[in-house]
């Protein structure tokens, strides 16, 4: 069973670190308590939806598609976004006033997966089901589902991907690998990085795979906000300290698409010859990035997707049954396992790129 390390996420994301990868596998296991589907509500109740800030091109898709798919399920959508800041005060506001709303269903997209147990509290006391979309919520038991495209899943592909890269570019290791992880108040970034290091661990173990500047821990290589700027600085950063004489970058673990279009540009202003970078998103600026030869590959979460089951669950929540899951053990938020609905993500590189976003009106035209 794959590790998720939730209960360590509930004592902070930010102490997490690499040396425990390999001590928690039970983690993301156990028997949770289903969610509550409750006695089903009237068709044209207020719906819920808290998102985070626009701070990718896949967050403010979900928030259109939200607002469109609700409406057209016959539901009245009320779809907020926090603001830009860093602090989590906009959405626990926006949720409490949800709930004075009378929202039947509350979806929710942490700003701080650890700071809404309140909110989701006044939730579940006034009759709410709460579903976490995309980011679980921790250390509450008041949360009744989760849907997401699998995490950990993302990470390990992202982290053969960066082998896959190197290896094809260079076949001789040893390859100088650096790495970077999300925000520290976003329960994914965690999962994302345990993913990837789940792949890259042995080989750093085996000395094939070196991280250059030794920085292995997510408290080291977090972005703060998941600002394009604090990649750029770091990656400036480390530029400067650890490869001046020659000494070769060979790739870096990028877990989204814009800050690895910021690593490519602090790279490119160095004059040094460009990694293997990965990402994550499928951004419109990355996979032209990606057909041009410059970024190496990114993931596709197709957000569509997500929102359309998202919207089916609060569909079958209305009516009084129980909404669609596929995983009942592996998503522990550290008070419960959370019934969760999990769907697979893909991996694109320029090889498979016109497949992948085939059926994309936007990105497919991209690979053509």
């Not at 006695?39 to 800030?53: E, M, Y």
């Not at 579940?124 to 995309?134: E, F, L, R, T």
């Not at 949360?143 to 260079?170: E, H, R, S, T």
């Amino acid at each position: 069973m794959r590790t998720l390390l939730t209960k360590a996420l509930a004592a902070g994301s930010t102490a997490l670190l690499l040396l425990g990868l390999g001590a928690c596998s039970n983690d993301r296991e156990g028997s949770g308590d289903g969610g509550s589907s409750g006695k089903g509500f009237d068709a044209g109740a207020v719906v819920g939806v808290a998102l985070p800030a626009k701070t990718s091109e896949n967050w403010v898709l979900a928030g259109d598609l939200f607002t469109n798919g609700l409406k057209q399920a016959g539901f009245k959508p009320d779809v907020q976004y926090a603001g830009a800041s860093t602090t989590v005060a906009d959405q626990q506001g926006q949720i409490s006033a949800m709930v004075t709303k009378g929202a039947k269903v509350i979806v929710i997209g942490a700003t701080d997966a650890a700071q809404l147990s309140t909110q989701v509290a006044q939730a579940k006391q006034a009759g709410a089901v709460v579903i976490a979309y995309d980011r679980l919520i921790t250390n509450t038991k008041d949360v009744d589902y989760y849907i997401a495209f699998d995490n950990f899943k993302v990470g390990q592909l992202q982290g053969q991907a960066l082998l896959d890269g190197m290896k094809a570019k260079k076949p001789k290791g040893p390859w100088n690998i650096e790495l970077f992880s999300g925000s520290p108040d976003d329960n994914n970034s965690a999962v994302f990085f345990n993913g990837a290091m789940s792949v890259l661990k042995p080989m750093i173990d085996k000395g094939e795979v070196k991280v250059g500047s030794g920085q292995t821990a997510i408290k080291q290589t977090a972005i703060q906000g998941w600002k394009a700027e604090g990649a750029q600085q770091r990656m400036d950063s480390l530029l400067t300290s650890t490869y001046g004489k020659g000494k070769a970058l060979d790739g870096v673990l990028s877990p989204n698409d814009t800050l690895a279009r910021a690593i490519l540009t602090s790279v490119k202003g160095a004059g040094k010859p460009t990694p293997i970078v990965t990402g994550q998103d499928s951004e419109v600026e990355s996979v032209k990035s990606i057909m041009a030869g410059v970024q190496y590959s990114t993931i596709n979460k197709d957000t569509r997707k997500l929102v359309a089951e998202t919207v089916n669950m609060v569909k079958a929540l209305q009516k009084g049954g129980d909404p669609q899951i596929n995983d009942t053990k592996s998503y522990n938020n550290g008070q419960k396992v959370v019934p969760s609905f999990l769907l697979p993500p893909v991996i694109v590189t320029k090889q498979n790129a016109a497949q992948a976003y085939a059926d994309d009106p936007k990105l497919g035209p991209l690979t053509k």
